[in-house]
């Protein structure tokens, strides 16, 4: 799902996992017609593809690149420190 964020590609997928908790940066579907059908809107509608892939894209570069995820890593080491 990052990896999609992250390479402006739009993520259509089943309700697994976490993906709910990310529902306005991704289609989530019930049926492989409603997929396809998804697909093919996107492929039909380039500008509406792209506004939608940027959004998820400014949402991964916010949380969830390398120098972000090494910082939580740093603050919580140093929280770890500081109580031991």
């Not at 993520?11 to 059908?37: C, D, Q, W, Y």
């Not at 090494?70 to 031991?84: I, P, W």
């Amino acid at each position: 799902m990052y990896e999609s964020f992250a390479s402006h590609t739009p993520f259509i997928t089943r309700n697994v996992g976490n993906v709910s908790g990310h529902a306005e940066f991704l289609k989530i579907v019930k049926t492989p017609e409603e997929m396809a059908a998804m697909a093919n809107n996107f492929l039909n509608h380039p500008h509406e593809r792209a506004v939608f892939a940027d959004s998820a894209f400014h949402f991964w570069l916010k949380h969830h690149t390398w120098a972000h995820i090494a910082k939580q890593y740093e603050e919580l080491f140093g929280e770890l420190l500081d109580k031991g």
